[in-house]
């Protein structure tokens, strides 16, 4: 007996099956790279193409390969590897960047927190209401969290300014971003950021933060710490700068860290 389906259901089915069918034939297969010994992956124009895919389509799942490729392959074949890392971090980061704008605290949030944080700690009186303000924008960002109490080891607000410091905050910055951290990574980009590094200020950027409104916040809760105690808030002696806070000299973005060799399975 023959059915009679309407053609609207046909054509649903059709580009339905189409749809799964170019879907299938566009996600990444990572059977092929997987299929030669480590160190021998050719630049065949059918790796390069999957190479290319995962560029385009990975996700977090297919980075231990591709760390593993860029650690062990030369060539074009650990460049599209870099490149697919570049670009699968890219996507991962915006979405986390994407969703903490949306959370940013609005102006009523600000006006609230501000005048919260007068009445817990009149010692603020002292300071000009944009300078409360943009401490009340600190801490919203931070979520009340202290950036003495939370500060990393070492950095610009702890005293120490060097290059390697930068880079390492940095690098502990962007593992915190990737692992949804976003304010503990904010508090590690403000003091890469404090001391020059141009890679730090533009993330905060993107995150969607008035940067020089989060300095200026972050330099009120350090001269609050300074005034209860002293001791805790002064830069060590005998360091070559102090925390400023202020915008300096662009070092330019840091450097990808080493490659950690990651055994591929085959």
């Not at 560029?55 to 490729?69: D, N, T």
């Not at 599209?80 to 903490?100: G, M, N, Q, Y």
């Not at 020089?212 to 005998?238: I, K, M, S, T």
Request: aromatic share 4%; charged share 25%; glycine share 8%.
């Amino acid at each position: 007996m023959l059915l009679w389906v309407p053609w609207t259901v046909c054509l649903h089915l059709s580009a339905t099956a189409s749809s799964t069918v170019a879907s299938a034939a566009e996600a990444p297969d990572t059977a092929l790279l997987s299929r030669f010994p480590v160190g021998g992956l050719p630049d065949s124009a059918a790796v390069l193409a999957e190479m290319s895919r995962l560029a385009e389509r990975g996700g977090p799942e297919h980075e231990p390969l591709l760390v593993s490729i860029a650690a062990h392959e030369r060539g074009v074949v650990r460049a599209r590897a870099l490149r697919a890392l570049d670009d699968i971090d890219a996507r991962a980061r915006e979405k986390v960047r994407a969703d903490f704008r949306r959370r940013l605290p609005s102006a009523e949030e600000q006006r609230r927190a501000s005048a919260a944080n007068l009445r817990r700690d009149p010692s603020l009186a002292t300071f000009s209401e944009p300078e409360r303000a943009a401490q009340a924008y600190a801490s919203l960002l931070m979520r009340g969290s202290s950036p003495t109490a939370e500060a990393p080891s070492s950095g610009p607000l702890g005293g120490v300014c060097d290059e390697r410091t930068e880079e390492r905050l940095v690098a502990e910055a962007r593992l915190l971003e990737r692992s949804g951290e976003v304010r503990g990574a904010v508090l590690r980009y403000a003091h890469a950021a404090s001391a020059g590094d141009a890679g730090a200020r533009s993330a905060l950027t993107e995150l969607g933060i008035d940067v020089e409104r989060l300095f200026l916040g972050l330099r009120v809760d350090l001269e609050l710490a300074a005034a209860r105690d002293p001791a805790a808030a002064a830069p060590p002696a005998g360091l070559r700068c102090r925390a400023a806070l202020t915008s300096g000299p662009a070092r330019g973005e840091s450097d990808r860290p080493a490659l950690d060799p990651v055994a591929r399975g085959r």
